[in-house]
């Protein structure tokens, strides 16, 4: 059983949603006259983000102890998990502005994992069949269409899927949880009999 209920969803929604961004990124290459191979290279980019994005790069990722998402145990089993103890800090409490607002968000997960990715590399050279399939397609698209152009696809596929999240959540434009100070609980004391 996984750590938090709701992440079966978010993965399925993850899936179901996938051909936007394609469809999005795609569209706009074919709109100012791209290359047909220019076209399929920002499309399958945008695609590989949004999946990437849904698995492994959820807003979820604010969740601590426990509690953890789909996405962090996916980490794990990567043997990167602890990479991301400290995100939940950064984010604040879940479903905070940090974590589950839209650009935001992202550009909070992005820049954690930019920061965390030099001491990750050690750890991603174990899996260094990954990293070669990785480096292989990312040389592929990048013959058949400029960096910069898959640059903003994948930002676009990242960004796609965890609007997709909000959306689920229920919160695409807030309001976003604060974190609420529990009140003390006050005892309710027995009332007192008059004497007769």
């Not at 936007?20 to 590989?48: C, N």
């Not at 102890?65 to 089993?77: A, I, L, T, V």
């Not at 910069?148 to 959306?167: M, N, P, Q, R």
Request: proline fraction near 6%.
């Amino acid at each position: 059983m996984s750590p938090q209920s709701d992440g079966d969803r978010h993965d399925r929604l993850t899936y179901l949603t996938a051909p936007i961004a394609p469809a999005v990124t795609g569209g706009f290459a074919w709109w100012i006259h791209a290359d047909p191979s220019a076209i399929a290279a920002i499309a399958l980019t945008s695609l590989a983000s949004h999946v990437i994005g849904g698995l492994y790069l959820s807003p979820d990722l604010d969740l601590n102890g426990m509690m953890r998402c789909k996405s962090w145990w996916r980490w794990e089993r990567l043997g990167l998990g602890w990479d991301w103890r400290g995100y939940p800090k950064l984010a604040g409490c879940h479903r905070s502005a940090k974590s589950h607002a839209p650009i935001l968000g992202t550009a909070t997960r992005l820049g954690y994992l930019a920061v965390i990715s030099a001491v990750c590399i050690p750890a991603i050279a174990r899996h260094w069949r990954r990293s070669i399939a990785v480096a292989a397609l990312t040389t592929v698209a990048a013959n058949h269409a400029p960096w910069w152009a898959l640059l903003c696809a994948a930002i676009v596929g990242v960004e796609f899927s965890a609007i997709a999240h909000y959306a689920q959540d229920g919160i695409v434009f807030g309001p976003w949880h604060k974190q609420q100070r529990r009140s003390p609980k006050r005892k309710i004391s027995a009332p007192r009999r008059r004497s007769a």
